[in-house]
Nanobody
Framework: QVQLVESGGGLVQAGGSLRLSCAAA????????MGWFRQAPGKEREFVGV????????YYADSVLGRFTISRENAKNTVYLQMNSLKPEDTAVYYC????????????????WGQGTQVTVSS
């Protein structure tokens, strides 16, 4: 069992930056791939990116490639999402999720989810 808690969301102007954190409690955090997803109002939850268990590999959705960076500190049981050059269309609730396998975009591939943190980008 893994419990995930996101933090760091807020209101930011377009072009600004935010860093989200996802703190994990429970067993074997370092054995999980960690994904980030987001859900805008009226839309389905979508894949943002994922990092493998060691932090050595990352994979991003085209919409955030070059602007967002995922990293992790296994010693702190924490994964991060650094978001730069934010756009109004990045406004959403952001979720972290833990999964057994790296590189997967499907929601059903992840076993544990956080409660989400709101990111709002004003124009």
């Amino acid at each position: 069992q893994v419990q995930l808690v996101e933090s760091g969301g807020g209101l930011v102007q377009a072009g600004g930056s935010l860093r989200l954190s996802c703190a994990a409690a429970g067993r074997a955090f370092s054995s999980y791939a960690m994904g980030w997803f987001r859900q805008a109002p009226g839309k389905e939850r979508e894949f943002v990116g994922v990092i493998n268990w060691s932090g050595g590999s990352t994979y991003y959705a085209d919409s955030v490639l070059g602007r967002f960076t995922i990293s992790r500190e296994n010693a702190k049981n924490t994964v991060y999402l650094q978001m730069n050059s934010l756009k109004p269309e990045d406004t959403a609730v952001y979720y972290c999720a833990a999964g057994r396998y790296y590189g997967l975009r499907e929601l059903g591939s992840y076993d544990y989810w956080g409660q989400g943190t709101q990111v709002t980008v004003s124009s």
